[in-house]
């Protein structure tokens, strides 16, 4: 059985490396020229500041998934607090039936009670899970480019 949770990721932060490790193996692009870093203390001052939340995924208390989501006023829209995933992922093993579906709608539902007005999920064009997005309810509004161009390598 799979429970999920608002958790803090500074109290998670370790148990999420080995994920987040095997989540950058899998869908990272540019992976021989950008290794991952991560900043933690700017995800510290974030969740400092109440602009950044975890929900997590677990099977027998073991982590195994999470949806990291940035918080914030839009500059368009000043009366509104967006949520935007940072990052989301899920274990392979616990990918079939509906966790994916239940991590989401769990998150879904405490950011609504805590005011967000509008929930921004983003997918890797090579990974994507569109198809459980738009069933959701989520509406593709916008195409992301990137394109690698030296510097700091």
Known sequence: MV????????????????????????????????KLNPDWDAYDLLEDSGRLTIFTARSSEKLVGYLVVLLGN???YKDHVFASND???LHPDYR?????????KFAEKYLKKDGVSVMVMNTKVHSPFDIILERLGFTPIERLYSKYIGGNS
Not at 96 to 104: A, Q, R
């Open 3 to 34: 429970s999920f949770q608002q958790e803090f990721l500074c109290q998670v932060k370790d148990e999420c490396i080995p994920l987040i490790e095997r989540h950058w193996e899998e869908i990272a692009i540019n992976k021989d020229r950008i």
């Open 74 to 76: 839009n500059i368009h």
């Open 87 to 89: 990052i989301i992922y």
């Open 96 to 104: 079939k039936g509906m966790t994916g579906v239940k991590l989401i």
